[in-house]
């Protein structure tokens, strides 16, 4: 007669609050950047009065949105 090996139960891993309400916050702040970045995207368009301008502000605009969504990102990866 065989003898059943014990199984393991998995080991769940929780997230202490703390970090929980850091990566909420951070989003937070890439959301809020995200929506600061399509005010000035779209205040460009509409004020430019030459294409140059139109392409600095847009630029603009992208850094304003992709740099806290970059680093929300990141520091989401290492609360991991």
């Known amino acids: ?9 998995p080991t769940v891993r929780r ?4 970090v ?3 990566r909420s916050i ?4 890439a959301l809020i950047a995200a929506g600061f970045g399509c005010m000035e995207g779209f205040n460009t368009l509409i004020n ?3 294409a140059p301008q139109q392409a600095a502000g847009s630029a603009m ?4 949105i992709i740099g806290p969504y970059v680093i929300a990102r990141a ?3 290492l609360l991991d």
């Open 15 to 18: 997230r202490s609050a703390g």
């Open 20 to 22: 929980t309400v850091i």
């Open 48 to 50: 430019a009065e030459s």
């Open 75 to 77: 520091i989401s990866e």
């Open 1 to 9: 007669m065989e003898t059943a090996t014990p199984q393991l139960a």
């Open 61 to 64: 605009a992208l850094v304003i």
């Open 26 to 29: 951070v989003w937070l702040t």
